[in-house]
């Protein structure tokens, strides 16, 4: 009897484990953030880590304060696995002394978060 179902749940397993879609790439972060003023704004520049096994096109980049978008841009930056890409967005609106969550998101919808202050 144990056995059988022991057989059973291994199966019932096998067969969900080939229901679910392969979420693809999982493995992106921003390793760091370079802060600089330009032309009366600020110019940052994110350095994007792909852990991935295959290559990631970061597509969107947003600038938040208290979940609200200050800033954002349109972007089509491949990061090949195993690398480290740059992605840059200019912003005329960010105070210094304040905090701001820099967003980055995929062609396929994944984002990295990394905290910065001015």
């Known amino acids: 009897m144990c056995v059988t179902v022991y057989m059973w749940v291994m199966n019932l397993a096998a067969s969900y484990m080939a229901?679910?879609?392969e979420l693809g790439c999982v493995g992106f972060r921003i390793q760091a953030v370079r802060v600089v003023r330009s032309g009366g704004g600020w110019q940052l520049?994110?350095?994007v880590q792909n852990t991935c096994e295959k290559p990631i096109r970061v597509v969107h980049i947003f600038i938040m304060q208290d979940d609200n978008v200050v800033?954002?841009?349109t972007t089509t930056?491949?990061?090949n696995?195993?690398?480290v890409g740059e992605v840059t967005i200019?912003?005329?609106t960010l105070e210094e002394g304040h905090s701001y969550v820099l967003k980055?998101?995929?062609?396929d919808g994944l984002a990295a978060h990394y905290q910065f202050r001015v």
Do not use: I, K, L, W
Not at 104 to 107: A, F, L, N, R, S
């Open 104 to 107: 980055v998101v995929t062609d």
């Open 19 to 21: 229901a679910v879609p």
């Open 77 to 79: 930056a491949t990061v």
């Open 71 to 73: 800033a954002e841009s």
């Open 45 to 47: 520049t994110a350095y």
């Open 90 to 92: 200019h912003a005329d």
């Open 81 to 83: 696995a195993g690398e």
